[in-house]
């Protein structure tokens, strides 16, 4: 079975063109990723289980917005997965996992807390990697049962 580690991420250098992209609107990197994580709270607060969509990115997603002073969501975070899924920037951790969530929403999985990952050809595994979303803090004080 592969490992989370051996999981297939975007580039660096992709998420670089898109976010070169946005910024050329005039926004700044740090406007890009407050605007976004604030955005992304206030959409988990309406809608927990929204959490879902961002698959593994949600712990360093998640990390950032705990960051930014927000503990309505909760403070618990899987650090060994957002380790994994995240980027020296922010900025490209949170447009990763934007991106992945939309692709999630207009494949209509949304909610759906299995993520089947594609393993890097490193692997001894060729099966996906089985990822499920499972945020505690959320799941148990913000769900019904």
Do not use: F
Not at 49 to 72: D, F
Not at 116 to 126: A, G, K, P, Q, R
């Amino acid at each position: 079975m592969g490992k989370l580690v051996e999981t297939v991420i975007p580039q660096e250098s992709y998420l670089n063109d898109i976010l070169k992209d946005i910024l050329s609107s005039g926004i700044s990197e740090k406007d890009y990723v407050k605007n976004a994580i604030s955005n992304i709270k206030q959409m988990i607060i309406l809608d927990p289980r929204r959490y879902i969509a961002y698959g593994p990115w949600w712990p360093a997603i998640k990390q950032l917005i705990v960051g930014s002073g927000e503990v309505e969501i909760g403070q618990n975070i899987e650090s060994d997965v957002a380790a994994i899924y995240s980027y020296p920037k922010n900025a490209l951790t949170v447009l990763a996992g934007i991106i992945y969530s939309t692709e999630r929403l207009e494949d209509h999985i949304v909610d759906d807390p299995y993520h089947y990952l594609n393993v890097s050809e490193i692997s001894d595994d060729t099966e996906p990697y089985l990822y499920v979303s499972d945020d505690i803090s959320i799941s148990k004080y913000h769900l019904p049962n």
